[in-house]
């Protein structure tokens, strides 16, 4: 995929937070061989998201290969 006449290497989803006080918006794109995770919170309603992609990541892939085999 070309972007305005170059090569489009990696894409990155940034899920909207659609109500106040949302909790965590996760999005998963694929393209090109690669997995892109977006992840975004209302701080407010989750202070510590930024321990989410490093607790919950990790485990989720391995539950998801696990289930792919």
Same mark, same amino acid.
């Given at each position: 995929?070309? %972007? ?9 989803? %940034? *899920? *909207? ?6 909790? *965590?918006?996760?999005c ?5 061989g ?14 510590? %998201?930024? %321990?989410?992609?490093?607790?919950a ?13």
């Open positions: 995929m070309y %972007v305005a006449g170059a090569k489009l290497l990696e894409t990155y989803a %940034v *899920p *909207p937070l659609l109500n106040t006080r949302c909790w *965590p918006s996760v998963v794109t694929s393209y090109n690669m997995l892109y995770f977006g992840i975004n919170a209302d701080r407010d309603a989750m202070s510590d %998201v930024d %321990v989410l992609p490093a607790v990541g990790p485990n989720s892939l391995d539950e998801l290969l696990e289930a792919a085999q």
